[in-house]
Every structure is written in structure tokens, then in C-alpha cells.
């Protein structure tokens, strides 16, 4: 019988990949790379799984040119680059990658807050300059973290990782989120609800932890930028289109906040320029989850999540964090 077929979008961990062969033919790409639609279709075309990332598009038109397609897993949390609904009337499941980078994601929110507020990046361009030629005691001014107010939009697993570590830095934690939290994880979280007005007005750090979409686009636009402390740090570990990133970079030029860090951009892999004019800004290129554990973590989960799918391995039958648990339902 000949096997399935599984194409996998970018190369990861070839001992993880090991794991499909000996059920599946596996094209592997074997460079990190932007499709074209049509080069999409054609992959897609002789495919029966498929592993992707944020750069795929699984939409209508990718499922028109996938007539074997059964399985898509997505290598990260946030699946905005899949439209489940068409996925689920095509009859195709689908998975992501939740929790097992919650603790990861939340360090690297921690340290993109800490580089911004303490300008960790500015200064370390300046020394590399070769321009320390002395110091001087009022250089290199930040804002403190420890006691300070930080704030959480969007607190869901992730939010409340963040939030916990806030406890050693004695720093108060503010959320908002669409619905409230238990009060049981609340106290877990020593957060307090509060709405967004309140969170953007109080915040000396503001942390975004949402999931895009429609409604989230440009949640924090010009109008939130100016609510928000003129001292205020901005840090962006959710997606691009969250925040309006030309209206963000007339607020870190004209001072409406004080700096910000960003690992997610509107149009990624592309950075408004207006970004990358900024002293006040630490950029990093979509990188939070990338710890060597995290990443390996995830890609035996998008790989776990595709063998269950085609009845292998150790949840055989039950994809363990398939979105779509209906289209497996209707196959039976
Ligand atoms: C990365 O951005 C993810 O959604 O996991």
C-alpha cells in the first residue's frame, strides 16, 4: 500500500521528522522560505498531512488546489494563518501547538520588557560603536520594572505565565481580557481585572498577549497609544496587526511612549521603517517560543498531532490538540 503523503513547510529536528517515515512519504522543505500561492497549491496538491507555520495561508483557495489534504498542524499557538471553517467543511482537521511554549513565551515577554525598559539594545549598540569613552552617571536612563504596574491585555495561558513572574519583582499586575477570570486564578495570578481604559491609563509596561483577530486588529492604535503613560513601555509577543505599527513609531518619535519591544510585525518578515529608525525600540524577528527545548516541543507535537491523525503513534485516533475535534467525528 502506498503511504500517505506529508509535507512539511520548513526543515526542523530530522529525528523528529524520522518519526513520520516510517508511515508516511515525507517532503521535507529544506530551506525557510515564502511561498508563492501557486507554489502553495502545488505542494498541497499531492498532499495528504501537511506541517506549517505562520507564513502558510491554509485558506479556501489552499484547500481548492488540496483534494487529499485530511490533516493540517500548525507549528505555533496562534493559528490566524488557518481558516478553520473552511478547513472543517472541507473535512480536514486541524492542530496547533498550546501550552507547551506558555512558560517559554512568558520569559521571553519578561526579558523584551526588561531590554526595553533598561534600553538593554540601545545601549549595546553604543557600546559596539566603540563610543564608551567614559561614563556618565545620568546616561542610560530607564524606567524600573521591580514595583512597578505592569499590564496584561489578553490574559489567557500565556498571560497568566507572564503574570506570575511578576511576584518576585513585587510589581503589581493589571489585566484585561474579554471575559474575566476565575477568581481562584486571579489570586494564583495577584491580578486584578480591571478594563481597558483603566489597563492603558495604569500601566508602566504594557504586555499584549492576544490572539489576532479581526476584532484585535489595531488594538492598540494612536488612540490607545496616547492613553497611555508618556514614561509607558509597550511590548508585542502576540501577532502583527495587533498593534498599528506606523502609529506606534510616531509614538516612540514624538514621545507619547517611552519605548517598546516588539518580537511580532504587521507584514512580517518586512518592519516599518519607521520602526527600525527607532533608538527606543528592541526588535526581535518572531522569536518567543524559540528556546532549543520549546522548539523541539513543539515540533514533536505538530508530529504527534499528524501520526494520531492517520490512526500511529501514541494518541493514534485522537490528535491531542486538534481545533476541529468535529471532523473526526463526522470521518468515523
Ligand atoms: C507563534 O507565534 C505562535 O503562535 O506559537
Known amino acids: 500500500m502506498t503511504k500517505p503523503t506529508v ?3 520548513r526543515p526542523f529536528f530530522p529525528d523528529i521528522v524520522d518519526r513520520l517515515r516510517p508511515h508516511f512519504d515525507v517532503r521535507a522543505e529544506t530551506e525557510e522560505r515564502k511561498f508563492a500561492a501557486a507554489e502553495l497549491a502545488a505542494r498541497l496538491a499531492v498532499a495528504d498531512a501537511a506541517i506549517v507555520g505562520l507564513a502558510e ?5 489552499a484547500i481548492a488546489a488540496a483534494p487529499r489534504l485530511r490533516f493540517v498542524a500548525n507549528l505555533g499557538v496562534g493559528y490566524n494563518n488557518l481558516d478553520i471553517a473552511a478547513l472543517t467543511g472541507a473535512g480536514i482537521g486541524a492542530s496547533n501547538t498550546p501550552d507547551v511554549l506558555n512558560e ?3 520569559d521571553y515577554a519578561w526579558a523584551l520588557m526588561l531590554a526595553a525598559a533598561r534600553r538593554v539594545g540601545e545601549a549595546e549598540r553604543w557600546l559596539r560603536d566603540g563610543q564608551w569613552h567614559g561614563s556618565r552617571f545620568e546616561g542610560w536612563l530607564g524606567a524600573d520594572v521591580h514595583g ?3 499590564g496584561i491585555l489578553g490574559m489567557g495561558r500565556i498571560g497568566q505565565a507572564i503574570a506570575r513572574r511578576a511576584v518576585g519583582f513585587r510589581a503589581r499586575v493589571l489585566y484585561h481580557n474579554r471575559s474575566r477570570l476565575a477568581s481562584a486564578i486571579e489570586r494564583e495570578c495577584a491580578a486584578t481585572y480591571v478594563d481597558k ?3 492603558l491609563a495604569s500601566s508602566d509596561h504594557l504586555i499584549l498577549v492576544l490572539p489576532y483577530t479581526p476584532e484585535n486588529h489595531h488594538a492598540i492604535g494612536a488612540a490607545e497609544l496616547a492613553a497611555m503613560k508618556p514614561t509607558a513601555t509597550l511590548v508585542n509577543i502576540a501577532r502583527g496587526g495587533i498593534v498599528d505599527d506606523a502609529a506606534l513609531a510616531r509614538a516612540l518619535a514624538d514621545g507619547t511612549i517611552g519605548a517598546a519591544g516588539i518580537d511580532v510585525f504587521e507584514g512580517e518578515p518586512a518592519v516599518h521603517p519607521g520602526l527600525l529608525e527607532r533608538q527606543n525600540i528592541v526588535l526581535s524577528p518572531h522569536i518567543a517560543s524559540a528556546s532549543r527545548d520549546t522548539r523541539r516541543d513543539m515540533a514533536t507535537l505538530a508530529v504527534d498531532n499528524v501520526l494520531a491523525a492517520f490512526g500511529h503513534g501514541p494518541h493514534a485516533g485522537q490528535p491531542p490538540t486538534i481545533l476541529n475535534p468535529g471532523v473526526l467525528a463526522d470521518a468515523s
Open 7 to 9: 509535507w512539511i513547510s
Open 148 to 150: 512597578r504596574t505592569i
Open 104 to 106: 517559554t513565551v512568558a
Open 197 to 199: 481604559a483603566t489597563l
Open 57 to 61: 495561508r491554509i485558506d479556501a483557495t
